[in-house]
């Protein structure tokens, strides 16, 4: 008596049309929601420089370098502080009291030598500064 059943030896089999409906139900959703910017670089206008009339009235010139060094109206100062150009541009506007600042800083300058001119023309009470720019071709 042989009391064993054989048993087939069937392979699992694996439906696989209900995943790709689900797999294409889940691209479909994906395509649909996904939104489609496109990030862009900042749009800068940048200002243009305008020949203008020189001003009537006096004026004090301050040139600044490449290196940060100081010239004021052609000679140069030792500005080794905020305290110390303000001193040079209060002696040079002495006696004038409508006085106005007229930067003239090199294109490679660095912004901090800019704002320490501007910082000491503040300190100096001289109320109207100008930067001077050089006209686009």
């Known amino acids: 008596m042989n009391f064993q059943h054989r048993r087939a030896h069937d ?3 694996i ?3 209900p995943l790709i409906d689900v797999l294409l139900v889940i691209l479909i959703f994906l395509a649909a929601s996904t ?3 496109r990030h862009r670089q900042l749009q800068v206008a940048l200002p243009q420089a305008q020949a203008e009339a020189p ?3 006096p004026f004090l010139e301050l040139a600044i370098s490449r290196d940060g060094l100081y010239a004021l109206d052609g000679h140069y100062i030792d500005a080794a502080d905020d305290t110390a150009l303000a001193s040079s541009l ?3 506007a002495a006696g004038k009291p409508d006085i106005a600042l007229r930067i003239d800083a090199d294109g490679q300058a660095a912004h901090a030598a800019v704002v320490r001119a501007l910082e000491a023309a503040r300190l100096a009470q001289i109320g109207r500064v100008h930067f001077l720019t050089q006209a686009r071709p």
């Open 15 to 17: 439906n696989l049309i």
């Open 55 to 57: 001003d009537a009235s």
């Open 90 to 92: 209060r002696q040079a």
């Open 35 to 37: 939104s489609f910017t």
């Open 11 to 13: 392979e699992p089999e």
